[in-house]
């Protein structure tokens, strides 16, 4: 990772670690990037409902069309939505303003290249080297090669439209509770079931610049369970703030989580001979009681770090058409190239309503573990992690747990911190190993 992008783009607080002097400079370094070879460059831009989205798109709009790139405003819309315009409308790239499912004072750039992935790390590296003033100055663009921005509201209709277009079954009578987090799915989400035949109830679909994720949405599915349980509803979706997350609620208000979410659709897409090598992808984070299920059915699986960005690399690279992680980023490569919240609920609807069945009963066969994290400030995350004392504990607890659990230490990206998880039968177990291996790296002198 490099000094300001991370693995999901330019993320800080507003005006605070990321201010419209960075959004500009992200600007005018793109438009003049992608403009080298040719007159204009041609970029679209999406943000979600924080009040400071709208500055940030004025100021990476006055960067952008003053290195001479023309700019196409999609507004309000979710970040799945701007990787597929910017790469079925031939865009040079797509930039999306948000902080997903951090609350409403942060946000972030997130910039898409052609084909509607992550940005490489090679551009972004010389975005931050421009920031700092390591790269020369660029030139202003002068009369008609200075940009133009214009509306693009069409591009998220399309994108609608689109998701219409997903399903196999229609939803008929089939009752969803959404939540919308008060985001980017506020405006889409409810159309796109309601167009399909659901009965749907939204909750947290008003925005007004400041309640964005507040005690809503994936990050707080508490009320989404509640929803559900009081209407009576069959099921239940949970997006973040920009909607490249989804998290489920079954009929009982009992939490469905990635990992449940990946065991139904890859077994259903298994079943259908759908899942390419009948291998999907998950991170080391997910659950035990995952791969033990995958086991079962047949589903091979690869494990990445930590983080969505390598989930896709790997799908990408061998072409897997599933994979994602525990918080919701599901990534269905045959229809997105990203993670795309509201995608993901209609995939499980349509193997729920094609199995007749419920969510509880496909999700049933996955026993999730007790899994408890702990994070702990560290000297020095290198010295912790190969210290031959540490190793050895840890060795130990792998030994002890056998087939029944597990153990994961590994060093934070971006702070001073080692997490350190154990998943086992019981939670008492996990508190038990965790905090033993703490104790350790304590003994060794690493602790902060």
């Not at 500009?24 to 943000?47: C, E, M, P, Q, T």
């Not at 939204?202 to 809503?216: A, H, Q, T, Y």
């Not at 190239?337 to 199995?355: P, Q, R």
């Amino acid at each position: 990772m490099g000094k300001y992008f991370g693995t999901d783009g330019f993320r800080g607080e507003a005006n605070v670690n990321l201010t419209v002097e960075h959004a500009y400079k992200v600007g005018r370094y793109l438009g003049w990037y992608f403009g080298k070879n040719k007159d204009h460059a041609s970029i679209v831009i999406g943000k979600d409902t924080r009040r400071s989205s709208y500055m940030f798109e004025y100021a990476l709009v006055a960067g952008l069309t003053a290195s001479g790139a023309n700019v196409s405003l999609m507004h309000v819309t979710t970040t799945p939505s701007v990787a597929y315009i910017t790469r079925t409308d031939d865009f040079d790239c797509g930039i999306m303003i948000s902080a997903s499912h951090n609350p409403y004072y942060d946000n972030g750039i997130k910039i898409i290249d052609s084909r509607g992935h992550k940005m490489s790390s090679e551009v972004e590296n010389l975005i931050e080297q421009y920031i700092d003033g390591e790269i020369d100055e660029i030139p202003l663009a002068k009369k008609e090669k200075i940009g133009c921005a214009t509306d693009y509201s069409v591009g998220r209709n399309r994108y609608i439209g689109y998701l219409m277009s997903v399903p196999t079954r229609a939803f008929k009578n089939v009752k969803v509770g959404l939540d919308c987090a008060n985001g980017a799915s506020s405006n889409i989400a409810k159309a796109v079931f309601d167009a399909l035949g659901a009965k749907t109830y939204v909750i947290n679909n008003e925005p007004d610049g400041l309640n964005i994720n507040e005690s809503c949405g994936s990050t707080h599915i508490e009320g989404l369970q509640n929803l559900v349980k009081e209407k009576n509803l069959d099921i239940g979706f949970a997006y973040d703030g920009d909607a490249d997350r989804c998290l489920a609620v079954d009929e009982h208000g009992n939490l469905i989580d990635g990992d449940l979410i990946l065991y139904i659709c890859g077994k259903y897409l298994k079943d259908h001979g759908e899942l390419q090598c009948d291998t999907i992808v998950t991170t080391i984070m997910s659950n035990l009681g995952l791969y033990k299920a995958c086991d079962k059915v047949g589903i091979k699986y690869e494990k990445t770090k930590v983080g969505d960005k390598y989930v896709n690399e790997n799908m990408v690279t061998n072409g897997y058409v599933l994979g994602g992680e525990q918080s919701g980023h599901i990534i269905f490569s045959k229809h997105a190239t990203t993670g795309d919240g509201i995608l993901t609920s209609l995939k499980i609807m349509e193997a729920v309503i094609e199995s007749k069945s419920t969510i509880s009963t496909l999700a049933s066969p996955v026993v999730i573990y007790p899994q408890i994290l702990k994070n702990v400030k560290v000297k020095s995350k290198a010295d912790t992690v190969n210290d031959e004392t540490v190793k050895n504990k840890i060795s130990e607890v792998e030994k002890l747990l056998g087939d029944n659990g597990r153990v994961l230490v590994r060093e934070s990206g971006t702070e001073p911190v080692i997490r350190v998880m154990v998943e086992a039968s019981s939670d008492e177990l996990c508190l038990k190993y965790v905090n033993e291996i703490i104790d350790v790296i304590g003994k060794q002198g690493h602790l902060l």
